[in-house]
């Protein structure tokens, strides 16, 4: 288990507790109450479930993996003085946004960008993702005027931000170097 916290320039009780093994969150997602179907050998029923919610499921599994990217990856030229890069939320989940980045964790006293991750393999990161980030991003405490990027999987169709970064990006995180 692990629990997070939302990064944030103010102290926070809305921990989120979830399952630190992704291989395990598939189990208990599909595959476990998936099993009196499978012992009666109706697999076609369960792979048309774990179908019917796997972009969701593959949502949250990607988004701890993009943001141990970019920890990766940062500090550059752009954004210097970051070192951590987490998420934030609010306690109803009506503001969720997928990349924050501070220069520490969980109360920063700087944050220098605020980000989206798009997983869709047809859909680009576009004007309106854009304004959804920055409608997210006056939630965000110290959120201010920040500077917004966005990592996707489908490319970008909009300017406005900061930084984008594509998968290639992504994979460059684990290359020695």
């Known amino acids: 288990m692990a629990a997070e916290l939302p990064l944030s320039t103010r102290p926070s009780k809305d921990r989120r507790y979830l399952i630190a093994d992704p291989h395990l969150r598939f189990w ?4 476990g109450p998936a099993l009196p179907l499978l ?41 210097p003085d970051v070192v951590e890069v987490g998420s934030f939320w609010t ?12 220069d520490r964790e969980p109360i920063a006293r700087r944050l220098f960008f605020a980000g989206s991750v798009k997983r869709l393999e047809d859909r680009p990161f576009d004007d309106h993702d ?5 409608r997210a991003q006056a939630a965000l405490p110290g959120g201010g005027d920040l500077p917004m990027i966005a990592v996707s999987r489908a490319g970008f169709t909009t300017g406005g931000l900061a930084a984008a970064y594509g998968p290639d990006d992504l994979i460059r995180a684990w290359e020695a170097r």
Not at 28 to 31: A, C, M, N, P, S
Not at 95 to 102: G, R, S
């Open 28 to 31: 208990t997602r599909f595959l």
């Open 39 to 79: 012992e009666r050998g109706r697999s076609d029923v369960v792979l048309r479930r774990i179908r019917g919610g796997w972009t969701s499921w593959r949502g949250r599994a990607v988004e701890p993996v993009v943001r141990e990217a970019l920890a990766r990856l940062l500090p550059d030229d752009r954004f």
């Open 91 to 102: 306690r109803t989940s009506d503001v969720e946004i997928d990349l924050v980045a501070a």
């Open 130 to 134: 854009l304004i959804e980030l920055a």
